[in-house]
Each structure stands twice: as C-alpha cells, then as structure tokens.
T-cell receptor
C-alpha cells in the first residue's frame, strides 16, 4: 500500500522569502507524484506532477519539486513567495491507473505568506 | 484544457431531503471520475470511483445506498446524497481522469459545499 506524509501542517513565511514544503511517501513499487494547491473554499488545482523522466519538475508560477527515489521524497520549493501563494498544499501519490491506482493524499500543509 | 465544473457550488437543505451534485468535464471526455469528501482543515477522503456505463466502486465505509453515483455519459457524473442528515454536511469535490494511457492525471472541480439543517 502507498502512503504520504507531509511533515509540516503549517508553514508561515514572509513575502519574498524561500519556502520548502516537505513530502515523503511510502511505496514498494513505482508511483506517480503530485502537488495540488487549494485556495479557500475552492477545489484542488494541479500544481505539478512527476510521472517519469526528469526528476525535477516545474510549475508555471515558480514552484518546483524534485523526485528523490532514495529518500522517497518529493519536496516542493519556491525561491521567493508572494502573498498570493497563501493556500493549502497537498502532496499525493498514485499507482498508474491501469494498475488500479487511486490518489492517496497527505494531510496538507497550510502555507501562510505574510507581508 | 482539462476543466471540471460542479453544480451547485453551495446547497442548503433540510434533514431528510435528497441532494444531487453534478460533475462535468467541460473540454474532454472522462471515462473515470472520482468523488471525494473533505472536512474542515482535513485532507480529501475518496468516497467512490465512477466509471461511465458501469456501477461505481465505493471505498470501505461509504454507504452506496446513501451516496448514489451515476455516470451516464463521458462528461457527466452525479452524486446524490439521499435522506441527508446534518452529519452529511461537508465539502464534496469531484475529479475527472484525463491524459494519455500511462500518463493520466486527475483534474478537480471547484467543490460543492453541502449544509444540512
């Protein structure tokens, strides 16, 4: 079975500072990895994903995540955050869907960017 | 691309009534859709997997007779909460599976907030 652990439930940070949201997963087989962002009272938006290939993936708004197989991690980073990045961030894993995969979510990390 | 909508966005109903929530994939066809439930300050809990033209697969502990799922077309899945009670109040989110085989990704709707009085 797969599981996801987000190590920080809340991350307060000042505007323009760098941030890292940590995510570790557990799986005995290869998985897909995702980061989703949820703004208040909204659904989830896909931020970035790792399916295969390059272990460093980037989003269009400056976030990046690196798949580290040896450490079973998929930490999310941004070198300089904005107030508008304040949201809940969810890390998730899944098996390929043709293998019966379903998204398994971490508990979420609340990123709070202060001026 | 890969836009998913939900309707209604918010619904208030009396205890004992039934509520239907629609989930639509707007610019793609989705053979598979998912229904989640989210309590305040918590993560998403998968309720069921909805496959077009077949019965939904429910997760353990989810009452299939209470949460009726219909996936009658490749762009529409509905969740009906039957005889709703206050404990059913929650944020319900659907997602639809899109992408090439082996590179599928779930795209989420904006959610429906249900309040049962």
């Amino acid at each position: 079975a797969q599981s996801v652990t987000q190590l920080d439930s809340q991350v307060p940070v000042f505007e323009e500072a760098p941030v890292e949201l940590r995510c570790n997963y557990s799986s005995s087989v290869s998985v897909y990895l995702f980061w989703y962002v949820q703004y208040p009272n909204q659904g989830l938006q896909l931020l970035l994903k790792y399916l295969s290939g390059s272990t460093l993936v980037e989003s269009i708004n400056g976030f990046e995540a690196e798949f580290n197989k040896s450490q079973t991690s998929f930490h999310l980073r941004k070198p300089s955050v904005h107030i508008s990045d304040t949201a809940e961030y969810f890390c998730a894993v899944s098996l390929p869907y043709n293998q019966g995969g379903k998204l398994i979510f971490g508990q979420g990390t609340e990123l709070s960017v202060k001026p | 691309g890969a836009v998913v909508s939900q309707h209604p966005s918010r619904v208030i109903c009396k205890s004992g009534t039934s509520v239907k929530i629609e989930c639509r994939s707007l610019d793609f066809q989705a053979t598979t859709m998912f229904w989640y439930r989210q309590f305040p300050k918590q993560s998403l809990m998968l309720m069921a997997t909805s496959n077009e033209g077949s019965k939904a697969t429910y997760e353990q502990g989810v009452e299939k007779d209470k949460f009726l799922i219909n996936h009658a077309s490749l762009t529409l899945s509905t969740l009906t909460v039957t005889s709703a009670h206050p404990e059913d109040s929650s944020f319900y989110i659907c997602s639809a599976l899109a992408g090439l085989l082996g590179r599928e990704t779930q795209y989420f709707g904006p959610g429906t907030r249900l309040l049962v009085l």
